[in-house]
T-cell receptor, first 118, second 116 residues
Framework: GAGVSQSPRYKVAKRGQDVALRCDPI?????LFWYQQALGQGPEFLTY????????KSGLPSDRFFAERPEGSVSTLKIQRTQQEDSAVYLC????????????????FGNGTRLTVT | KNQVEQSPQSLIILEGKNCTLQ??????????LRWYKQDTGRGPVSLTI?????NTKSNGRYTATLDADTKQSSLHITASQLSDSASYIC???????????????FGKGTHLIIQP
């Protein structure tokens, strides 16, 4: 497909379980972002990759959160020992260039993974 | 700290009516401002983008304006349709900050409901 693909679409985890969320960006897109979106709120930045390099992970809320993009394409967001406050929609976005300075490089979002921790 | 404030938080209007959503920002140095539409259960989709030199930009029934002096933007929707029901998110990009935490600042969005 031509868009950003995220899987699974929905994930229910018991408190304390580990989860892994996958993002397939648009082919050739350099930048990849992960965002966390609580109900009724805007997306909150988690981390940013430029190719395989994780340039900013300042938004990750704790050391239980880990993201990787080993070959500069597919990315995985892992959450260890999930807590109820981790329940949210996790959005992945990709862009052709470096989003902060590029006029012609919008973010293309996936439809997110809705994580519910019980 | 860079911030984007949107108002109103939510809005209900009748089908066929017009509405205007507001976005105020304190982002420096300013690069560009985008409005995104987010349907329920979907990811945001870009509607318009403007730099400091652009005052207005249209995309069908959507018209965005930008006042770089007052750091305000608005999104005007004309002749609303049921399919316009969504959240509208204002995103401001800071020049030279790359894509990290300081690069893009998101508003919390305005939740718009169009009633038949």
């Amino acid at each position: 497909g031509a868009g950003v693909s995220q899987s699974p679409r929905y994930k229910v985890a018991k408190r304390g379980q580990d989860v892994a969320l996958r993002c397939d960006p648009i082919s050739g897109h350099v930048s990849l972002f992960w965002y966390q979106q609580a109900l009724g709120q805007g997306p909150e930045f988690l981390t940013y990759f430029q190719n395989e390099a994780q340039l900013d992970k300042s938004g990750l809320p704790s050391d239980r959160f880990f993201a990787e993009r080993p070959e500069g394409s597919v990315s995985t967001l892992k959450i260890q020992r999930t807590q109820q406050e981790d329940s949210a929609v996790y959005l992945c976005a990709s862009s052709l260039g470096t989003a902060g300075i590029s006029y012609n490089s919008p973010l293309h979002f996936g439809n997110g993974t809705r994580l519910t921790v019980t | 700290k860079n911030q984007v404030e949107q108002s109103p938080q939510s809005l209900i209007i009748l089908e066929g009516k017009n509405c205007t959503l507001q976005c105020n920002y304190t982002v420096s140095p300013f690069s560009n401002l985008r409005w995104y539409k987010q349907d329920t259960g979907r990811g945001p989709v870009s509607l318009t983008i403007m730099t400091f030199s652009e005052n207005t930009k249209s995309n069908g029934r959507y018209t965005a304006t930008l006042d770089a002096d007052t750091k305000q933007s608005s999104l005007h929707i004309t002749a609303s349709q049921l399919s316009d029901s969504a959240s509208y998110i204002c995103v401001v990009s800071a020049y030279g900050s790359g894509g990290g935490a300081d690069g893009l600042t998101f508003g919390k969005g305005t939740h718009l409901i169009i009633q038949p």
